[in-house]
């Protein structure tokens, strides 16, 4: 069915849709249940941050929030599966990680939230490599645009002028298959 996708350039594919995305990035993906170190209390958010107090974040979740958003995400709630991707993401009272990122937000799109397909559009444009994962940025804001997610039109806009029509038909079909692979997918 996927004959035509040339998996030996984008090898990448198979890791995420045999596992999580931090397998495509090249490296496994072990998330210990070992709580990481916090970020000292004392650490402020300089005003230029996406969380500052400006922006309606006030302060860093607490250790204990974060155990508790580990817990609810380990069972399955989307909602605490995005927001330790998001904490992990921008180093919100623990230290920036973005493979944890990824893995939480893979998680969480793979069980059908937009909204954490479009953070992971955002993480594979900002990553090391933008050109390897425009694909896969595609695929998950094409994924974020079916679920309706604000923003994300402009984040497709965007990419289409960076791609060819075939690596947008390609992305198409990733989707498609991602969604065959976790058919939760369409129901979240």
């Not at 444009?125 to 923003?151: C, E, I, M, Q």
């Amino acid at each position: 069915m996927f004959e035509h996708l040339n998996l030996m350039k984008a090898p990448w594919i198979i890791a995420l849709v045999g596992g999580f995305a931090c397998e495509a990035l090249g490296d496994s993906c072990c998330i210990s249940d070992s709580l990481e170190a916090p970020v000292a209390e004392s650490r402020r958010l300089s005003e230029n941050s996406c969380c500052s107090a400006n922006s309606g974040y006030e302060e860093l979740p607490s250790l204990s929030d974060i155990t508790k958003y580990r817990v609810a995400a380990r069972n399955g709630d989307l909602d605490s599966m995005r927001a330790l991707g998001l904490i992990y993401q921008d180093g919100w009272g623990l230290e920036r990680d973005i493979k944890r990122a990824t893995h939480w937000l893979t998680l969480a799109a793979q069980k059908g939230d937009g909204i954490s397909a479009l953070y992971l559009s955002q993480i594979y444009l900002a990553g090391k490599d933008p050109d390897r994962h425009r694909t896969l940025a595609f695929v998950w804001a094409l994924f974020a645009l079916s679920k309706s997610v604000d923003g994300v039109k402009d984040v497709l806009a965007k990419l289409r002028t960076q791609m060819s029509n075939e690596e947008i038909e390609e992305s198409v079909k990733i989707l498609d298959l991602f969604c065959q692979k976790n058919p939760e997918m369409m129901g979240g």
